[in-house]
T-cell receptor
Framework: SQKIEQNSEALNIQEGKTATLTCNYTNYSPAYLQWYRQDPGRGPVFLLLIRENEKEKRKERLKVTFDTTLKQSLFHITASQPADSATYLC?????????????FGSGTRLQVQP | DGGITQSPKYLFRKEGQNVTLSCEQNLNHDAMYWYRQDPGQGLRLIYY???????QKGDIAEGYSVSREKKESFPLTVTSAQKNPTAFYLC???????????FGPGTRLTVL
């Protein structure tokens, strides 16, 4: 069965360091993968989308990599700030299935200490 | 301001009662979705609609019903058949041709 794995344990880092979050998937052949940020009690907010033919994508302090051989995406936040503290969700997508809805991982909670 | 609104933010119901959660969007998006989120878990798809008057079951549709009579609105009814309805419910929408989903603020439903 299809599975999306994100580290369920919270990631605690010091302000200014780089946070790296992992998304592993099995039995998927995603054409693209999305990352979302979710704050407590709020809806997720889209951050980045990376396609299967893209190895890396950047947006300001965010960087996402996508390794279809390892079936893994890494999400990096450089120069992290306490305001980056949130839960980050990944969502690989196989558009050829005809289903446009996303399937999300359970997310990794990031806590940036001042 | 364009966006998705969900109301109410908090909802309490007695066991055995049906309850309808509202979702409205003024983004002119064609597709709309309902997800359920339980503590420490990811989002699970309940129903989705790609066009007015059409909708499909998601992964956990049992005990839920939807309608899509207008492009802007996609209400979700949680029926008494849903065995464990207490959860955080999220509505989302997508523009045709786009992959990015826009989410509403969510409704936290508690069944007493």
């Amino acid at each position: 069965s299809q599975k999306i794995e994100q580290n369920s344990e919270a990631l605690n880092i010091q302000e200014g360091k780089t946070a790296t979050l992992t998304c592993n998937y099995t039995n998927y052949s995603p054409a693209y993968l999305q990352w979302y940020r979710q704050d407590p009690g709020r809806g997720p907010v889209f951050l980045l989308l990376i396609r299967e033919n893209e190895k890396e994508k950047r947006k300001e302090r965010l960087k996402v990599t996508f390794d279809t051989t390892l079936k893994q995406s890494l999400f990096h936040i450089t120069a992290s700030q306490p305001a980056d503290s949130a839960t980050y969700l990944c969502a690989p997508h196989e558009p050829d299935t005809g289903r446009r809805a996303l399937t999300f991982g359970s997310g990794t909670r990031l806590q940036v200490q001042p | 301001d364009g966006g998705i609104t969900q109301s109410p933010k908090y909802l309490f119901r007695k066991e055995g009662q049906n309850v309808t959660l509202s979702c409205e969007q003024n983004l002119n998006h064609d597709a709309m979705y309902w997800y359920r989120q339980d503590p420490g878990q990811g989002l699970r798809l309940i129903y989705y609609s790609q066009i007015v008057n059409d909708f499909q079951k998601g992964d956990i549709a049992e005990g839920y019903s939807v309608s899509r009579e207008k492009k802007e609105s996609f209400p979700l009814t949680v029926t008494s058949a849903q065995k464990n309805p207490t959860a955080f419910y999220l509505c989302a929408s997508t523009m045709t041709g786009s992959n990015e989903q826009f989410f509403g603020p969510g409704t936290r439903l508690t069944v007493l």
